[in-house]
């Protein structure tokens, strides 16, 4: 499934991403810069915030319960904001966009 993550400074990343992990564990393995993921996927730490793209907000589906709390921690949160540690990657995700916030990493 591939992932394209978009940095603040407009630099594509495509990577290749395996089913079944979550899109933040896919970035960390393919050392995708701003995905910090402090608390390694427990959804309690925000560093593993992304903005997904307009195009792909329906796929991706919303935060909910837990991560929309932890969100309140995140800066620039929008509407589109997931934290990517609770984003499962699967093959309807293929050619996903997501854009990583400024200031993050
Ligand atoms: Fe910590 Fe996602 S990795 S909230």
């Known amino acids: 499934t591939r992932i394209?993550?978009?940095t603040p400074a407009g630099q594509r990343i495509e990577i290749d991403a395996e089913n079944?992990?979550?899109v933040m564990?896919?970035?960390r393995r393919a050392n995708v810069p701003g995905i910090v993921a402090e608390c390694?996927?427990?959804c309690s730490c925000a560093t593993c915030h992304v903005h997904v793209d307009p195009e792909w907000c329906a796929a991706a589906g919303e935060a909910a319960g837990m991560e929309?709390?932890?969100l309140e921690f995140a800066e620039d949160v929008r509407d589109?904001?997931?934290l990517s540690c609770q984003v499962?990657?699967?093959p309807a995700?293929?050619?996903l966009v997501v854009h990583l916030p400024a200031g993050q990493g």
């Open 4 to 6: 394209t993550f978009v």
């Open 20 to 22: 079944g992990l979550s």
């Open 25 to 27: 564990e896919c970035a």
């Open 40 to 42: 390694g996927g427990a």
């Open 68 to 70: 929309r709390d932890m």
């Open 80 to 82: 589109s904001s997931r």
């Open 88 to 90: 499962k990657v699967a």
């Open 93 to 95: 995700l293929d050619g």
